[in-house]
């Protein structure tokens, strides 16, 4: 106990001069990342690793390093390039770059040291440091005033490291040792952060909202599609960006385009009682025409022309309100009497006080940092509630109207019965095919091989035995691939034993370490249980193909009435869901259910594919199961 207290002022020392160095640190950091280089913020990881040993040897407290694991070193092609994504290298000196820099800048723990260095001089290193400082004071008190110092120094040296503690482990720690409070201060910082991040894009949407206006006038409507379909990106950017901040899905809201003209038969086209040469004009008519009926695009333009008076009030006086009372009302007032603290000074004056602004004279003094720590924590409590008000406003406007949603379901609805009347044909197709090309073709010569026999059973008996031998082996290789050709249709497994069966056969097939996870309390419609089989079996097979990796994962769930599958590989990363592609078709053939697919393959992998199908369960199944194949 006694070396606990006797060592604390000069831990705290020693932490606090730590703190100190993180914010020059960071600084230089800061100035050279505007340079556009940010590779070296992992040499700054050595200062973060530091304070984590030392407060695993001297508290006890194991902080565990949070950062992402390093990318792989680059692979060539069979070709000798080396590819990430679209991207085609010959050297890879410049991806590995690449590779690095963004493995550093989208490290999350990277960004958590960097706000751990910026705010622990000011509030854990400056805890830390209390007791050197009261022990230091000592010397310039008179003898009978030092004593109480240097004792309270070595008093409060233990607390002032556990606060030191409790401040840094959740910066320097992992999402999972975050304790409920500071759980919910991340929530809250980060809706603040977005708040502020919302004042920035609505003064970018000003300049839309000028060239819109005046594109309306006659003489310049002809600019207003083009201008409109530039803005329609920025809007679809922001409701995704809604999307990701509130939870609540903002669909695109536009109606779906009109079909492109047709030719007459002398190559002409008609608009109306005109005939035009070209379909050009026709076309940027029809584009007109469609943007001006459309009523996104009327919401579009009123949302940016009152967003900018909706963030002021939600958004921008809020943040000014919290930021200009915790630190020019609270914080300021701390410092201000650090002079008093560490020597028999006055405290500065000129800081601000409640009193000096105009009708609010008769507010005394000492509750100017009493208010503003209150203002100030009650507009960071506000923070989510601010967000989701703020979510709630932009899905008034920029989301679709009921008869714009209709019309998008009528479209997708005509969209995946082709999708599906084209499938089944080309599906049928493919059985007539491998029934000509397979089993037809062996019964064809075990009939032949039996008239044979027919003819020769008496005059030569060994030639028709040996023709007997053919004809069973023909047959019994027509049974072969009208087994393979059924488990094509509709595997036998699937029907008897259910998804999470027949994707672990699928899974003792591969030739890849798969591991399967299923959690499904019943079974699922055939139709759809049918399509997500082909749909895993096709990613497997993509796995296999393309993404080099040696081991992967599946996992099947059912909740809140939608099937939700995850493949997941450690593969190279890289992939896209291209038109045309193996991840176009799947998603096709989900879409035909409702389903939905995403896609998350950043380059260097790993590569993680969800399926999610809305649907039901029937047939209650208690067991859940995990294995690997």
Known sequence: MLRRHALAPVRGLVLSGLSLVGFAQVIVAFVLSFTGVVVHFQLERWLPNLVRRLMGAWFGVHVPQPYRPKP????????????????????????????????????????????????????????????????????LVPWWAAIPLVVTGFAVGPLALELYVRWSVPFLGTDDVLGPFWAWAKTQGRAAGRLAQACGMALLDIPYALFLVVSIFPGVVGFFPQIMAEYRLVANARRRQLTKWTGVPIAEPYLPPPPPPVPRPDGTYLAGKRLHDRPDELIRNQAICTTYKDKATWRDLLWLVLDPIVVIVLCLVPVLLGTAAFFGYFWSWVWSWIPELLSSARPREGWAYLDLLPGLGWVPRWATPVIGFVVAAAVFAAASALLRLYGRWGGLLLAPTRSAELAR?????????????????????????????????????????????????????????????????????????????????????????????????????????????????????????????????????????????????????????????????????????????????????????????????????????????????????????????
């Not at 069979?78 to 590779?99: C, F, H, I, S």
């Not at 690095?100 to 290193?125: N, V």
């Not at 059973?457 to 059924?486: G, H, T, Y």
């Open 409 to 629: 379901r009528v479209a997708q609805l005509t969209e995946t019965r082709t999708d599906a009347i084209d499938t089944q044909a080309a599906e049928l197709r493919r059985i007539e095919r491998d029934l000509h090309d397979g089993a037809q073709a062996r019964w064809v010569a075990m009939g032949l091989n039996l008239g044979a026999v027919e003819r020769l059973i008496d005059q030569d008996p060994q030639a028709a035995k040996k023709l007997l031998a053919n004809a069973r082996n023909a047959s019994a290789e027509a049974l072969v691939e009208l087994r393979d050709l059924v488990r094509g249709i509709h595997p036998p497994v699937l029907s008897e034993r259910g998804l999470g069966d027949a994707v672990r056969a699928l899974a003792l097939d591969s030739a890849l370490d798969v591991h399967v996870a299923v959690d499904l309390p019943g079974r699922v419609t055939a139709p759809v249980e049918a399509a997500v089989y082909f749909a895993v079996n096709e990613l497997l097979t993509n796995v296999g193909k393309h993404a080099r990796a040696q081991r992967a994962s599946i996992d099947i769930r059912h909740y809140n009435e939608r099937l939700r599958v995850t493949v997941s590989d450690d593969g190279h990363g890289g992939a896209s869901v291209s038109p045309g592609g193996g991840l176009d078709g799947v998603r096709r053939r989900l879409a035909t259910f409702d389903g939905v697919l995403m896609l998350n393959s950043p380059p260097g992998g790993p590569t993680t594919v969800t399926l999610e199908v809305p649907c039901a369960l029937s047939s209650p199944r208690t067991s859940t199961s995990s294995e690997t194949a």
């Open 72 to 139: 792989p070193p680059p692979t060539p092609e069979p070709d000798g390039w080396y590819r990430e994504g679209n991207q085609l290298y010959r050297r890879t000196w410049l991806l590995k770059y690449r590779r690095r820099r963004d493995w550093i800048h989208r490290d999350m723990a990277t960004h958590r040291d960097h706000m751990w260095e910026l705010a622990t001089p000011f509030t854990g290193g400056l805890a830390a440091g209390v007791p050197a400082l009261l022990i230091a004071a000592a010397v």
